[in-house]
């Protein structure tokens, strides 16, 4: 099993910046993808950012220029970095992680982000 832990959300005025930080542990050599997801209240769960184990990223155009991710193999950890924030990027963000032999995705349990304007 793979167990993901965010850390880092919080409530930050629009232009501001925050980083979301996830954590692995578990079976990690599971996990070749890992990213991040939002979703705003009332509506479906959408991709922000992921990055392959070899450092290939994929980005939201809604985030692009903005939000920077990264990933530390040695430590097992993805983070986002976001700045430029604006309110519709206030959602609970999701730490994603993909295991693509089995085809199986992991899940953080979430990480509240809040942009006031």
């Known amino acids: 099993q793979v167990q993901l832990v965010e850390s880092g959300g919080g409530l930050v005025q629009a232009g501001g910046s925050l980083r979301l930080s996830c954590a692995a542990s578990?079976?990690?050599?599971?996990?070749?993808?890992m990213g991040w997801y939002r979703q705003p209240p009332g509506k479906q769960r959408d991709l922000v950012a992921v990055?392959?184990?070899?450092?290939?990223?994929n980005y939201a155009d809604s985030v692009k220029g903005r939000f920077t991710i990264s990933r530390d193999n040695a430590k097992n950890t993805v983070s986002l970095q976001m700045n430029s924030l604006k309110p519709e990027d206030t959602a609970v963000y999701y730490c994603?992680?993909?295991?693509?032999?089995?085809?199986?995705?992991?899940w953080g349990q979430g990480t509240q982000v809040t942009v006031s304007s």
């Open positions: 994603y992680g993909y295991h693509i032999a089995t085809m199986t995705a992991y």
């Open positions: 578990g079976s990690i050599f599971r996990i070749n993808v």
């Open positions: 990055i392959t184990s070899d450092g290939s990223t």
